[in-house]
């Protein structure tokens, strides 16, 4: 079946960096998008970047220049590295599977989700 399992979350300093992973099984990986979304606490989850099948990418204005997504086809695994990061980025971060033909930045964009992985950015 369809699976994505997020990895590399965790406690940084502001300003650290952390690099976060999704790896899928069950499917096609270079045939989908991938996407990365993250919801804080009491907030509604939210899109945060995007990789299409030709590695075109799409970020939120809030983390353009601060975060990169790539992804390695060989490995099906989409990987977000996050660097200056701030307080207000802590959140569960999410990878989901775009729905087929779909590279968008809204959560009907996409079809299955991982478990998300906990960033925590504080002193």
């Known amino acids: 079946q369809v699976q994505l399992v997020e990895s590399g979350g965790g406690l940084v300093q502001p300003g650290g960096s952390l690099g976060l992973s999704c790896e899928g099984s069950g499917f096609p990986f270079d045939v989908y998008a991938i996407g990365w979304f993250r919801q804080a606490p009491g907030k509604e989850r939210e899109a945060v970047s995007c990789?299409?099948?030709?590695?075109?990418?799409k970020y939120v204005e809030s983390v353009k220049g601060r975060f990169t997504i790539s992804r390695d086809n060989a490995k099906n695994t989409v990987y977000l590295q996050m660097n200056s990061l701030k307080p207000e980025n802590t959140a569960v971060y999410y990878c989901?599977?775009?729905?087929?033909?779909?590279?968008?930045?809204?959560?009907?964009?996409?079809?299955?989700w991982g478990e998300g992985t906990q960033v925590t950015v504080s002193e």
């Open positions: 989901g599977r775009g729905v087929f033909g779909r590279s968008g930045v809204e959560a009907y964009d996409y079809d299955y």
């Open positions: 990789i299409s099948v030709k590695e075109v990418s």
